[in-house]
């Protein structure tokens, strides 16, 4: 089975997510969606994954999403996110992944998320800040991607 895996990251952590992804799939293709626009037609499952920033997926898999729905519909597809607040992943997806791709997706799921304050900047910087805290975690605190969800993941896609 040919299969993408795409994908857009904002400081690296979908984009991390999705390489240990594609080790775990066989036959997969990773594309970055803030640099490529992918050819579905060489593909029979579709990976879309992206990170949530204020609860919106990332600009370039929303807009990959909705320009490419009817496609989708044909095809194999899963989605994933990038999130610090995993509980909510479901709300997140709902939110962002229209309703009929959601039901016909064979695996959908939340890896997990990273705040690292040094990689942020500006305005996003602040936003980080008060996530930390509101999550009641230490500025400090980095959390973590799961492997476990990434390999839950894969074996939906297998």
């Known amino acids: ?36 626009k992918p050819d579905l037609s060489q593909y029979n499952c579709v990976i879309v994954g992206g990170s949530i920033r204020m609860g919106l997926i990332h ?6 999403i909705a320009k490419n729905k009817e496609t989708l519909m044909r095809k194999k597809c899963a989605f994933f996110i990038c999130n610090c607040f995993v509980n909510q992943a479901d709300a997140y997806l709902k939110k962002n992944i229209p309703e009929e791709l959601l039901k ?11 705040i690292s304050l040094e990689d942020q900047k500006g305005f996003d910087k602040l936003i980080m800040k008060m996530v930390a805290k ?17 390999n839950k993941f894969a074996e939906k896609i297998k």
Do not use: Q
């Not at 600009?59 to 990959?64: A, W």
């Not at 509101?134 to 990434?150: D, P, Q, V, W, Y």
């Open 1 to 36: 089975m040919n299969v993408l895996i795409a994908y857009a990251s904002k400081t690296g952590t979908t984009a991390k997510c999705a390489k240990i992804l594609k080790a775990l799939v066989d036959d997969a293709t990773l594309c970055d969606l803030t640099k490529e």
């Open 59 to 64: 600009k370039s898999s929303r807009n990959f």
């Open 104 to 114: 016909k997706a064979i695996a959908t799921g939340s890896f997990g998320g990273e």
């Open 134 to 150: 509101k999550g009641k975690r230490s500025e400090n605190t980095k959390l973590h991607t799961s492997s476990e969800a990434i």
